[in-house]
Structures are given as C-alpha cells and as structure tokens.
C-alpha cells in the first residue's frame, strides 16, 4: 500500500455521485460544416489557392476597365509593345492593350470552366442518381451507355465538334465550347453519385430507416444528399480546372472563342506566334494565369476533400493507435 | 521458472492531432517459459499497443516510449536497434494479428508468405522453401498444401488465412508468439479449431504465448496466467484459477458478470459495464475504473492504488484492499 | 478470363462504331461541301469530277456505309489537301512518330511519378514529401503548352546542344517528351502518394514487419507491389491524356507526328483527313484502354476470381 498518503476514514466513504463525471464530453462538439471551415482554414495550400481565386475572380470582373483601352482597341502605331507604364502588360501585333485582354480572357476561361463543370454536375448528379435509385436492370443499361460515352476520347469529340460548329459560320461560340466538353465530361461525376448512392442505399442507416416506414424520397433527401455532397462538391471543385484546361488546350490549337474575343487559351497561342521573334511575355503571362488558376482549383479541390473527411481522418488518427 | 519476457514500467504515448494520448501507463508483467499469458482487456485499452512495443512494431511517430523496459532474455529490446530487431522478429518473437482477412498480402502467393521471413534469414533454396512451405501447412492442417502454397489469401475462407498466419508465425521457431485477438474475428466453431491448433502447436514447439482478447471464454481455455488491463493500467494478475474463482478487482468481476457460464443459475442474468473508458488524452489522476465501479470510495477518484498480492501469484490494485476500506464499510453498517 | 476480354472486345468495337457514325455526321453536317469555299472558282465538270472522286454524289447512306466498309478494310481514303498521299499514307508516316514521343514521355512518367509518389509517401510531412508534393501540384497545374514553351524559352534557348524543335536525332525528343510527360507524371506522383499511405496502414505490412524482413524488402515486396495497381488502372486514361497532349507539343517543337497533321487537317478543313485521324486514334486508345484493363486483371490476383465469379 502506498505509504505517500495520509489516510483519513472520509477518504474510505462510498463515492457520492458528483464525483463521477463519466458522461463529461471532454472535447468539444463542432457542427459538421463550421468544423469542415475550421480545417480548411488551417490548411495553408487551400487558403492560398482561395486568395488567388478571390483575386482572379475580382481582377477578371473589373480588369477590363483599368487600363482604359478597350481589348478590341487596336493601335497600329504601337504594335507588339513589351509591358510598360501605359501598357502594363504590353499591347498585341494589331496593337491591342494585353492588360484588357488578358483579365476579359480569364473571365471567359474562368466562364467557360464553371459552367462546364456545372453541366457536368447538374447531368451527372442527375444521371448517376437516377441509375443508383432504379432497378439493377435499369441501372445496368444505364451505366453501360455511359461506359460507352466516356471512352469516346473527349478531346476528339471536342475538335471534331469545335470543327463542325466554327465552319457553320458562328464562330466556336462559348456555347459550342462548353457543349462538347460537357459531352463526355458528365460520366466521371454519374459514375461517382451512382457509386454513392449505391452504397449508402446499402448502408445501416438508410435500411433502418426504410424498416420504420421512410419513403425512397425522404431516403434520398434526408439520408442520401446530405452524405454525398461532400464528395461530390470536391468533385465539382476538381472538374473545374479540367475544364479550363481543356478550354485553354482548344484555344491553343486554334479551336478557341471566335476573335476578337480572347480567352487565355487563344491568348497563349497568339503569344506562340510571336514567340519565335523574341516576344515571351505575349505567352508567359496567360500562360502563367492558367497555371495558377489551375493551382487554385486543384490545391482547393484537395483541400476540401482533406477537410471533408474528418470521419476518414479522425478514424486513421484513432486507428493508428488503437489498432497496433 | 525462468522468465522469457520481463516487461518493466513500460509507459507508450501517441503523439495525434488532437493531443497526447497515453495508451500505456507503467505496465509491468513476465511471461515465463512455455507459458500461456493472457491479457485481458476491453478494446483501446491499451493491449494491443504492448504486444506491438514488444515487437517494435509501433509507428514511431506518432508513438513513443515514456519509460520502460522490455527484456526478452535479459536483453532490453527497446535499445534495439531496426537491424538487430529485424534478427529477433519473425525468429523469437512472432506474431498474429486480429483480422486473417486484411493480414495477408493480397497479391503475394501463400507459400512465398509463409517462408518469406526464412529465406532471408536461412538462405534457403527455392526447392527448400517450398518444401518448408508445404510442411507448415501440413502443421497447421492446411488440406491439399502442394497446390495451396500457389494459390492467393482471396482464395482462402477466414479459418484457413488465420491457420496460414499460424504457419507464418511458427515457421521460424520462434520462442514466443503474441497472439493478437486470434479468433475475434472468426465464426465460433472456427474458434475453437484454431485454439486446439494453437495448444497443439506450443506443445509441440515449447513456445511461450501472449495472448490478447477480451474474451474470457478464451482465456479460461488456453492460459495459465490472466493479466486484466484497463484504461492502459494494470489492475489484477493471477492465475486461471485465482481470476476466475476469486477475482479481487471490481472490474475483473464486472468483467467475468458479462459472460455467461454453464453453472449460472436461471435467475441470474448478465451484466454490462455501464459507461465507457476514460478517455486517454488527459486521463484521470486516480482509479481509471473510478466513473464505472459501483464500489468506488472517495479516495478513488484522487489516487492510484498500488499493488496488492494476495497470493504469490496475485494480485489487484484496488483500495478495498485497504484495511481501512472494510472497517469503513463495516463501522458504516453499524 | 477469355469471357471477360470478349465482353471487353465487344463493347470496344460498339464503342468504335459510336465513334465512327458521330465522326461521319458531324462531318457530314457541316454546311456547304468541302470545296465549295475554295479561293478560286473551280469549273463545273472539275467539281462534278471531284464530288466524285470522294463519293459526295451519293446518299448519305450510301456514303456510310461505303466508310464503314472501307474503314473496316483498314482504308481511310483520299486526304482532300494533299494530292501526293493517302490519309493512310499520311497515318503511316506520322504516327511512328507520334507513338516513340508518346511511348518515351509515358516510360518517363512511369519511372519518376510512382517513384515520386512513394517516396513522399515513405517521408510523410517531412521534407522529401514536400518537395515531391510541391513538384506534383506544379505539374496538374502547368498545362504542357505552358511547360513547352517554357522548356524552349529557358532550356533550349540557353543549352546549345538542345533543339527549339525538329525531329530527327534523339536530342530532339528531350524536351517535348519531358513536356508531355509532366501532367502524367504529377497524377501518377499523386495517386501513388495516396495509395502508398493507404497501403503502408494495412494489417499485412504489419505482418510483413513481423516477419523480420528488411526495410526494404517490406516497402518493395509489399508496399510498392500493392500500391502500385491503381496507377495501372489509370494508365488507359493517361495514354489518352498523352495524345491530348501531342497535339499540342507537336505543334509547340515542330514535330511531324500525327499531332501535327491532325491540327494542320483542322487548319485546312481537310474532312476525310480529319475523319481518318480521329478513327485512327480512337481505335489505338480504345486498344490501349482494353490492353491496361485485362492487364490489370492480370496484375491483381483479386480481379481474376470475381471476373470466373460471374
């Protein structure tokens, strides 16, 4: 027995009820998505990616009016002029202020991107949960047309539609654009939605709530869209820079938005031509926007999944320990 | 007796996200000879991560020792260093895990699995390998080993994985096995055949056993000593005999009031523990068990009680052991 | 198994025809004929010749089925541009090309990517996983028109023995395989990454580590060996990405490859080449796509029984 304690008989007395506190929650409960903000905060890359995309976003909206040359504004006494004080990020071979074009070309890549990504969304979500809600048969038909759909290489539906559109005398507008990127580009998020709904349909909680009576819709409302939203959100936010990647690929290859609209894409490929007669800054600086918008996207989309996952993170954390 | 393994204060933290958590808090047992000990204990108690500090097999970090000693043979392994660890794992101490259907590498044939701890240490010759292969197998009755050693764990129902993972534990002789909650995972007639294995195989092989599990019913079956942890805390040792016939520690016998036995009267029924563990990011100064124990005194919740031995064999931490808890209790009735 | 890779073959050659009729529509619904906006005025029996030449002077169903049958021939007929070669002709000299850029900027993405990934993985928030997570965002994010002009702008430009662009010598597949190969490399560094942690916290490690085998025998025999099947898996769209790709850098380095062809047939409106190349390429990827999934099921014993399960 210890002899480090000086025993006294109250200390033998049975313990009173206020001394156990087992039902004390020692650490605090946050709600789901202040907690989903928390981590994303703490998350450096992520809120960098965020800053930049608030900046872009801003600069893509109100850029335009800077300068005070209009990105049509051709000045054929100044052509091909490197940045300086009046032109700050140089002026083109027709003598059109960069500056202008430039932020009106990230709004469209910046357009084009999240719309894309939005079609994809709205048809995949509703694809994919239509297929994981019908009968296998159903959903296995489903789900082979789709299979067939996406390995279509998209970038070859892509050109060919861009081709066919631009020749019919419109222009590749931004409305062909974004079709034949939405075309194929849907299936990854209908595969994804119908993988969740699939599983959590399966899932404990979702039966046992079908066995006291809840009907497939309130399933699917109460149940069902509040657990896959948050991969589908991380999704959504991974989609967008594969959109205004695919954008600034066409626009590099000449498929872009009809001149003398720019998008960064087209921008990047007009720099190319004067690249060879020494003028890198015509493609360093939308080339360096797309890359960072890019950046931002993709350091957000993996920000929030890492936040979204606290289930996952918290379960490894504990795992690590309990488990060895 | 000789004494195989001496574990001495042993205290492992995590160091996580959220803090410190104390997994194991000055833990100290033997394991002698060509003996069964079990470790009895309710999940994150802390027993797996002593099996694990025994085979140096904690991440590290997140984990770390605070104190102790862990001699195997006289020699702290702690001090140890990768290499020299990597001469005694697999060879003098081996280990089975809980789960036959996640321990097996999926895409690695069985028989390279089983042998594959060999073939480095013996240099063995692929023929030799084979042959081994075959024969522990054999040992652990595998049917049909010659065409089993070729084929993939997915192709092997749990009992038969769990029989492999014995085979990959025993396969280089090893002085002791850690037994990681062997049959938790399987259906209950699978149990008791792959407990029967295990008896038959240390009998023939003179391996001393560390065995993890929370149920009693295993325990009762295949060891000769019973340590109970709780809350990465020590609280009663002994012998079968002594645990079961005269458990002193309140958990203990709360622990043994949850399962069910032959000679229970009708009347009787099962108990549960109410409540659940401390939790072990800041854990309590006093009696971990303290919020659960119906038995609990004042001086609980304040201070750690130490060792008691009842027996040369047994003992409890627990302050009803203290004289004056019973004359407490008694001057209380009068 | 055989099961599986006729169903495969089946839904391939569905997926081809799916290809080749919106190929042939498209083409087909585009506005006036080819060679009506030529700049000079073509006499009529010269351009009654040529409508014949091509077959424009039939119905369209006719004209279908005469280009699946001659698809199926392995002939993709005349290129409207060029006088002096087939489309065929044409495939034949650019895709050689094409495929050793494409092959040596995927050998390259193979070899540092998963390598990339598993050792940042090995390293966990510490400083060789930074680095290599650092290098794996840049290459997502860095399109590789960007990664091209800038090799070119900042190699090329300074480093004598290096090439802006041609072909011909090895020297000249530098910089636009290691252009390419970026993107492939960065997700493959990436989903090693995340396969690698995943793996590393399986029961099996564990029991490999207590085997007593050597550090390395557990990351190369174990890790490595297991985490390395999803990198498989996205091989067939990675090789889809390459393409993608080398349309782009063929046009940045001046490559003759099938890249180039295809954008200058888009340049010049060139249908029949235009047609040709795309049902070329979607027959090569829908090839590649069906070679890396029975591959797979070769690689990954688990597949193959669930596959005979069915």
């Avoid at chain 2, 085979?167 to 007639?189: F, G």
């Avoid at chain 2, 919740?301 to 027996?311: A, D, I, N, V």
């Avoid at chain 3, 993709?76 to 495929?99: D, L």
């Amino acid at each position: 027995m210890r002899n480090d304690i000086a025993y006294t008989k109250e200390m033998f007395e049975k313990a009173p009820q206020e001394l156990r506190d087992s039902e004390k929650i020692k650490r605090p409960s946050i709600k789901y998505w202040a907690d989903v903000w928390r981590r994303l905060k703490q998350n450096k890359l992520a809120m960098t990616g965020l800053v930049l995309l608030i900046i872009l976003t801003i600069m893509s909206i109100i850029g335009t009016q800077i300068s005070g040359y209009k990105y049509y504004e051709q000045n054929l006494k100044k052509i091909n002029v490197k940045p300086n004080k009046e032109y700050w990020f140089g002026t083109d071979e027709l003598g059109r202020d960069l500056f202008s074009r430039t932020w009106l070309g990230t709004r469209y890549s910046l357009i084009i991107g999240i719309l894309a990504a939005l079609i994809d969304f709205g048809i995949g979500v509703l694809y994919g949960g239509i297929a994981g809600m019908a009968s296998p048969k159903v959903d296995s038909i489903m789900m082979r047309i789709a299979e067939v759909i996406y390995s279509i290489p998209y970038m070859l539906v892509v050109v060919l539609l861009s081709v066919v559109f631009s020749e019919a005398g419109a222009g590749t507008s931004m409305f062909v654009l974004i079709l034949a990127m939405t075309i194929t580009g849907w299936v990854p998020m209908a595969n994804l939605v119908r993988g969740q709904v699939l599983q959590l349909k399966e899932s404990e909680y979702s039966l046992a709530s079908e066995s006291i009576g809840a009907s497939k819709g309130w399933i699917l409302r109460k149940h069902i869209m509040p657990n896959t939203l948050g991969p589908i959100l991380v999704n959504l936010t991974l989609t967008i820079p594969v959109a205004i990647f695919s954008e600034a690929t066409l626009g590099f290859l000449g498929l872009g938005l009809q001149p003398p609209k720019p998008s960064l894409g087209t921008l990047a490929n007009d720099g190319l031509a004067v690249m060879p007669i020494g003028l890198f800054y015509q493609i360093l600086i939308p080339a360096v926007l797309i890359s960072i918008l890019m950046f931002s996207f993709n350091v957000l989309g993996d920000g929030l999944r890492d936040a979204l996952d606290p289930r996952l993170r918290k379960q490894k954390e504990v795992e690590k320990w309990r488990s060895c | 007796m000789e004494k195989l393994l001496e574990v001495k204060d042993l205290a492992v933290s995590f160091q996580t996200f959220f803090g410190e958590v104390e997994a194991v808090r000055g833990v100290s047992f033997h394991v002698n000879k060509k003996e069964t000990v079990a470790l009895v204990g309710e999940s994150g108690c802390g027993k797996s991560v002593t099996a694990s500090s025994i085979m140096q097999l904690l991440p590290m970090p997140p984990a770390f020792y605070k104190s102790g000693q862990i001699l195997f043979e006289g020699e702290d392994i702690i001090k140890k260093s990768e290499k020299e660890m990597q001469q005694i794992r697999g060879s003098q101490i081996s280990m089975i895990f809980q789960d036959p259907m996640t321990s097996l590498n999926p895409t690695m044939k069985i028989g390279k699995q089983i042998v594959e701890g060999l073939v480095k240490n013996k240099k063995l010759s692929p023929s030799e390998a084979e042959k081994k292969a075959i024969d522990m197998l054999n040992l652990v009755s595998v049917p049909q080993p010659e065409k089993r050693i070729k084929q993939y764990p997915h192709e092997f129902s749990g009992g038969m994985r769990q029989r492999v993972m014995i085979a990959i534990a025993m396969v280089s002789n090893p002085k002791l096995l850690i037994a990681d909650e062997p049959t938790t995972a399987l259906d209950v007639t699978v149990q008791a055949q792959i407990l029967d294995l295990m008896k038959e195989i240390q009998n023939q092989f003179d391996t001393s056993i560390i065995l993890i599990t929370h149920d009693l019913g295993v325990v009762a079956d295949m060891s000769d000593r019973v340590i109970v942890m709780y809350a990465g805390q020590l609280m009663e040792e002994g012998t079968v005999y002594e645990i079961f016939k005269n458990p002193k520690h309140p958990y203990t016998r709360k622990l043994l009031g949850s399962v069910p036995r032959l000679d229970m009267d009708r009347s009787e029924s099962l108990h549960s523990i109410e409540g659940t563990p401390p939790d072990l990011y800041a854990p309590p100064k006093g009696c971990p068990f303290f919020d659960r124990c119906d038995e609990a005194m004042v001086i609980c919740k304040e201070y750690m009680p130490e060792r008691e031995y009842h027996t040369d064999t047994h003992y409890s931490c627990c302050w009803l052991n203290h004289p004056m808890a019973k004359s407490v209790a008694e001057g209380s009735v009068v | 198994m055989s099961k599986y890779v006729i169903k495969r073959l089946a839904m391939a050659i569905v997926t081809l025809w799916v290809i080749i009729t919106i190929t042939f529509i498209l083409m087909h619904s585009v506005p006036g004929d080819p060679f009506a906006n030529e700049n000079k005025r073509i006499p009529e029996a010269v351009y009654q010749n040529l409508l014949k030449k091509y077959g424009l002077d039939k119905p369209y169903s006719q004209q279908y089925l005469m280009y699946l049958k001659n698809i199926a021939r392995g002939d993709f007929g005349e290129s409207m541009k060029s006088n002096t070669e087939t489309v065929n002709e044409m495939i034949a000299r650019g895709f050689p090309v094409s495929a050793s850029l494409g092959l040596q900027a995927l050998l390259i993405a193979l070899i540092f990517g998963p390598a990339l990934g598993a050792i940042a993985a090995l390293y966990q928030n510490k400083f060789p996983d930074y680095i290599s997570m650092i290098i794996s965002i840049i290459g997502v994010s860095v399109p590789s028109f960007v990664m091209g002009t800038f090799l070119i702008q900042f190699v090329a430009r300074k480093v004598n023995w290096i090439p802006i662009g041609g072909w011909g010598e090895w020297r000249h597949t530098l910089l636009p395989s290691i252009a390419l190969a970026m993107m492939p490399l960065a997700q493959m560094a990436r989903l090693m990454r995340s396969s690698m942690l995943e793996v590393i916290g399986q029961d099996y490690i564990k029991t490999a580590k207590s085997k007593g085998i050597s550090k390395s025998a557990v990351i190369l025999k174990h890790s490595v060996r297991n985490a390395i099947l999803p990198i498989v898996s996205i091989l067939g769209t990675t090789i889809s990405n390459l393409l993608v790709g080398s349309f782009v850098i063929e046009k940045i380095f001046g490559i003759p490859g099938l890249g180039m062809f295809f954008t200058t047939s888009i340049y010049n409106r060139d249908y029949t080449l235009i047609m040709g190349i795309t049902v070329f390429y979607a027959i090569i990827l829908i090839l590649m796509l069906l070679f890396v999934d029975v591959a797979y099921t070769l690689i990954d014993p688990r597949i193959r029984l669930t596959e005979e399960g069915r």
